[in-house]
């Protein structure tokens, strides 16, 4: 079973500029997360998607952060403009389904390392 | 507030030795504990899940343990490799229709030959 795919693995801009991560799922997995892990720090949720409807963007900087969700599957996360504080490695992963109780496993991607310079 | 509290921050220990790391946490109401391996550079893979009636269980040479009543968890770690070292965080879900979940800030361990 092929994991959680995420792209690009590293990514270094300028203070100002934009950016967008690509995150693919495990085959049907209906909920997507995206959490940013700053260095030393354990991740934090950004968003969290069940097929392609939002469950939770509370912690998501909405002023420069989006993301959406298409057809359920693959994801994108933007920034636009960054700043140097958004310097952190983002995590996507994965779990095939939601509810109460929530028993099921997140698998996690590789993460994109973002470098705000 | 829901928090998760990781102890200690780091952790440096001779292989073939055994450590224990710490989880509290305030999370309620408590739906189930995991703990998480982050290796460098890599995204946490899942160790052990444990819910509220689950004391004890154990995955290879990692033990998890969870007092519900304490609100505290721990990894023991047993016969350590220097595959160990890594990043060991712990994670809290919230019983409820959104199922939160609230990550520690972990556990830095290193293991020395």
């Known amino acids: 079973e092929a994991g959680v795919a995420q792209s690009p693995r590293y990514k270094i801009i300028e203070k100002r500029q934009s950016v967008a991560f690509w995150c693919n799922p495990i085959s049907g997995h209906a909920t997507l997360y995206w959490y940013q892990q700053i260095l030393g720090q354990g991740p934090k949720l950004l968003i969290q998607f069940q097929n392609n409807g939002v469950v939770d963007d509370s912690q998501l900087p909405k002023d420069r952060f989006s993301a959406e969700r298409l057809k359920g599957v693959d994801s994108t996360l933007k920034i636009q403009p960054a700043k140097l504080e958004d310097s952190a490695v983002y995590l996507c992963a994965s779990s095939s389904r939601l509810g109460t109780g929530g028993g099921e496993t997140q698998y996690f991607g590789p993460g994109t390392r973002l470098l705000v310079l | 507030k829901n928090q998760v509290e990781q102890s200690p921050q780091s952790l440096i220990i001779l292989e073939g030795k055994n450590c224990t790391l710490q989880c509290n946490y305030t999370v309620s109401p408590f739906s189930n504990l995991r703990w998480y391996k982050q290796d460098t550079g890599r995204g946490p893979v899942s160790l052990t899940i444990m819910t509220f009636s689950e004391n004890t269980k154990s995955n290879g040479r990692y033990t998890a343990t969870l007092d519900a009543d304490t609100k505290q968890s721990s990894l023991h770690i047993t016969a350590s490799q220097l595959s160990d070292s890594a990043s060991y965080i712990c994670?809290?879900?919230?019983?409820?229709?959104?199922?939160?979940?609230?990550f520690g800030s972990g556990t830095r361990l290193s293991i020395r030959p």
């Open positions: 994670v809290v879900r919230e019983y409820s229709s959104a199922s939160k979940i609230i």
